[in-house]
Each structure stands twice: as C-alpha cells, then as structure tokens.
C-alpha cells in the first residue's frame, strides 16, 4: 500500500532546530524555535505548575477518560479568564483541546460544517495556519497586514479586504503577539473591525496563542472582550503552550460565543462530535493543572508573577537588540522592533541573508527573517549586530 508513497521534506522549524544543535560552532544563536527561553537558554518548568502538578499527583486516583469538554473547572476558568466575567455564561461554551492546533483544526471543522466560504487571513501567518485550516476543508485567502516599510500594520488595506467578507466568511485575527510579525492591532484598529464584523456579518475567528505576552492579560484581552460586547457570534483558539509553559502537554481550548445558549449549545455539539472524530477527548495532565492554578489564589498569584516576568524578560530583550544595533552601524533600522509585541519580529533580511546569517554567522532565524526576541541576551547580542550589519551591508 505505502510503496509509492514519496517521503516528505521534514518540517522546517522543527529542522531548524536540529540543524543549531548539530552546528559545532561556540558562538551561534537560536532565534528559531517559537518558545520563551531564559538567557542561558532554558525553557523552565513554572513554579505554579510544579505546585499544581505536585498536588495534582497527590490526589491523582484514576486514569480513566476526561469528559470531551475537558478537565473539570477548566472551561469556566479560561472563559474567566479571558473574559474577565463579561460575558453571559450560557452564551460562551469552552472545550479543551490538545494545544492551541487542536482549537484551530477543530474550530476549522465547526466552520466547515456551518456552510461556511472560508477564512481569510492576514499576510504573513504563522506557517501553520494554513495547514491546520485547510485541513478542515476550508479555502483560505490571505489579506495584505504586515507592512515591512514601517514594522507596522498597513491597516487601510486590511480593513478593505475584510469589508468585502460577508455571512459564510470567517476572518482570521491574532489574539496579539502576532507570529511572525509582533505587529499588533491598535485598540481603534480592533474596534473598526468589529463593527465591521457586526456590519458584514462574518464571523471573527481569533487566535490567542500568546496571552499576557504582549502589555498583560487584561489588555490582551482586548479583541476578546469587545467581540463579547459587541458580536454575536464568535470563535477563539486559545492556547495554554506559552503563558502556562505547558507546550509538551497540548492544552488548549475552543472558545464558542453564540448568538444565545441555544446556539452556543449547537456550536458545542457540533464541536464535540468533531473532535470525537479526531481525538475523542483532550489529554487530562495539562488541563488539570490549568484549572488547579486559575483556581486557586495562592497558585494563580505566582502564576500571574511569572508571566508577568516572562513578558517583561521579551520586552527587555526587544530594547537591548535596538540599543546594540543602534551602536552597532544599524543606526534605527531595526526601532519599528520596539513597537512590536510578544516573541516574534521580522528581521529585515532577504531570504539569501538568512542563510548567510545561519551559514557565515551562526545566527538561526525561521523563514522570512522572523527572529525569537528570547534568544538575544547581552551575551550574543554583539554578535548578532554585527552578523546583521555585515549581511545587510554587504
Ligand atoms: C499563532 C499561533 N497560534 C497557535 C499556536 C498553537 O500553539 P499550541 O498548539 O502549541 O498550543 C501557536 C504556537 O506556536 C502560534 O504561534
């Protein structure tokens, strides 16, 4: 059966990743693989997660299944969390998902099975997008939003290509943090295109893969919380990967907003059936301590603590790179990487440059130029600069 069956390319990231740590040379920089590291090049277990696991294997008496909407407790506090209690509970069901791909693949399904067009999506995107949305069926058009002149978002052209969706069509928005670009909507931006969904009734699809990541978790709320003012209906991905640190425990979650419980009841049903098909149930191990540390005041404390250094740690890093380039013969070429939010920037390098920077220099960024803020350091920062300014000068 499989003799014809040509071998694919591996993953390109997850390539990436190999091809660093095969490089023999001591100055070398990782600023591919998209998870928060410390300085000396660590991705640590949370304190608050060590508590809530230890406590979780205290009390851990049984294995058997979760029920499909995932670990008790969980649902109600990502809707908390996100929506800060403003929203009617009836109208908001919340399904567990492994990660935030799982979300993004299952809610594809419940937009596929609604007759949907497709889902249209801002230029660029995180590589996986599209794969996990067209899996679903769904055809996905891509929309101008990153400006490279400006490091910025070029708005007019986003909001003019969103203003020709209608019913049947879902728009893809980043919850913040935007991967591969780090350029965020500005609030007004926000609520222009959520009158503009209200106006052309299509359905706001947001990805939240980095909350608290980019100014807190209550402002990176922002998009969440306007849609629930405003729109009747409404989706969210929602991954615990990067604010929980859980990334190997594939937690995340499926936000429905209907337009009433009924609706929101149907959207549910639909998405359990899906994911029946996929997976059946989410894993238990992440969603258990989610729920244990948003629960209780003493863990979410030191939660909200780390996170909070987390975000504070990229926002530092984003300074030093700008700082060193700046002394470094880059003059202001890279400042629009200031004004960006989260892990994620672009920089302004060709394809061909980036292969230098990785074969000449060591520096390892992903496709397209976008570098992991958390892998500059005042270590290698130097090293960096000067990387960039020969390949851009040469
Ligand atoms: C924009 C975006 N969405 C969703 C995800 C999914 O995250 P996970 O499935 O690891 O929770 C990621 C992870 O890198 C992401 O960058």
């Not at 929203?87 to 399904?109: E, F, K, N, S, Y």
């Not at 520096?363 to 000067?386: F, K, P, S, W």
Request: proline fraction near 4%.
């Amino acid at each position: 059966m499989f003799a014809d069956l040509a071998a694919l390319p591996p993953d390109a990231l997850l390539g990436l990743t190999k091809l660093y740590n095969d490089d023999k040379r001591t100055k070398k920089i990782d600023l591919g693989v998209g998870v928060f590291r410390t300085p000396d090049n660590r991705t640590p277990v949370l304190k608050a997660v060590e508590g809530a696991q230890s406590r979780l294997v205290e009390r851990e008496t049984t294995k058997v299944y979760l029920p499909p909407e995932g670990a008790p407790g969980f649902g109600d506090a990502i809707r908390d969390l996100v929506f800060g209690g403003s929203i009617a509970a009836d109208r908001c069901a919340v399904v567990q998902t492994p990660g935030g791909c799982g979300a993004l693949r299952v809610g594809a399904g419940l937009i596929k099975r609604a007759g949907a067009q497709g889902v249209t999506i801002g230029t660029p995107t995180w590589a996986n997008h599209h794969p996990l949305l067209s899996a679903a069926g769904l055809k996905i058009s891509m929309a101008p939003y990153y400006d490279a002149q400006t490091g910025g978002i070029d708005f007019d052209a986003f909001y003019e290509s969103a203003a020709r969706l209608g019913p049947g069509d879902a728009l893809l928005l980043h919850g913040g943090c935007h991967n591969p670009t780090g350029a965020d909507l500005s609030t007004d931006e926000i609520d222009a295109l959520v009158d503009l969904a209200v106006e052309r009734e299509f359905l706001p699809f947001v990805d939240c893969a980095y909350h608290g990541f980019a100014k807190g978790l209550d402002e990176d709320a922002y998009v969440m919380r306007r849609l629930a003012e405003r729109a009747s209906e409404f989706i969210v991905s929602y991954s615990c990967s990067k604010n929980f640190g859980l990334y190997r425990e594939r937690t995340g979650a499926l936000i429905l907003v209907g337009a009433s419980a009924d609706r929101t009841a149907a959207m549910k049903s639909h998405v359990l059936n899906i994911a029946r098909q996929i997976y059946s149930m989410p894993p238990a191990h992440g969603g258990i301590i989610v729920a244990e540390i948003l629960t209780d005041a003493a863990l979410n404390r030191a939660w909200r603590e780390e996170l909070e250094g987390m975000r504070r740690a990229v926002v530092a890093n984003r300074l030093l790179l700008v700082k060193t380039a700046a002394e470094r013969q880059l003059g202001e070429k890279l400042n629009y990487i200031t004004r960006q939010n989260g892990m994620f920037s672009l920089l302004p390098v060709s394809d061909a440059q980036v292969l230098t920077l990785r074969e000449k220099h060591g520096v390892y960024l992903a496709g397209g130029g976008r570098a992991n803020m958390c892998g500059v350091n005042d270590g290698n920062v130097g090293h960096l600069c000067e990387a960039l300014a020969d390949v851009l000068a040469g």
